[in-house]
């Protein structure tokens, strides 16, 4: 579909009071006009053209068929179909089994948890013990001394208990 714009873009400048540069008050005041109609036309020719020629070969070389669902319903069935391929690769993968055990079910929805949550329960994000995994630690301890793991944190470590 092709783009609809103005001919012209104008870009109005506001009036300079400044008494320095009364000469060139006039001249900045005035609209100054950047044509990108060229463009707006060049992208519709493009597109036009490429219509054309599927219009053409969708004529002479397509055969015709009748859809005997509507296509709402095929939707759905590949919908459907797409969830459970990726079921499947989520219930028998090799990654991903700390997650998989709290969230079983694939879905285009919500959880109901949010990130923080997954994080804690996975273990996955910035502890220490995380990040020990990719050497993006030297060491998986707590600055109390204390595995960093999200239990530490949450039950044994001095710094988070209140």
């Known amino acids: 579909m092709p783009i609809v714009a103005t001919p012209f873009l104008r870009v109005r400048r506001p009036k300079i009071t400044a008494p320095v540069i009364p000469d060139d008050q006039d001249e900045l005041s005035t609209p100054i006009q950047e044509s990108f109609s060229f463009l707006v036309y060049f ?8 219509a054309d020629q599927l ?8 055969d015709p068929f009748l859809l005997s669902k509507p296509l709402s319903y095929l939707k759905s069935e590949i919908k459907s179909a797409a969830l459970s391929i990726w079921q499947d690769n989520w219930d028998n993968g090799e990654t991903g089994r700390s997650t998989h055990d709290i969230v079983p079910r694939v879905s285009n929805k919500s959880v109901g948890w949010n990130r923080e949550e997954i994080m804690f329960v996975t273990g996955h ?21 204390g595995k960093g793991d999200p239990m530490h944190y949450a039950t044994k470590c001095r710094f988070t208990l209140s």
């Open 43 to 50: 992208y519709s020719l493009i597109c036009n053209e490429c």
């Open 55 to 62: 219009a053409k070969e969708a004529i002479t070389k397509g």
């Open 125 to 145: 994000g910035p502890f220490p013990s995380y990040l020990h995994r990719f050497n993006l630690r030297t060491h998986d301890n707590c600055s109390c001394g």
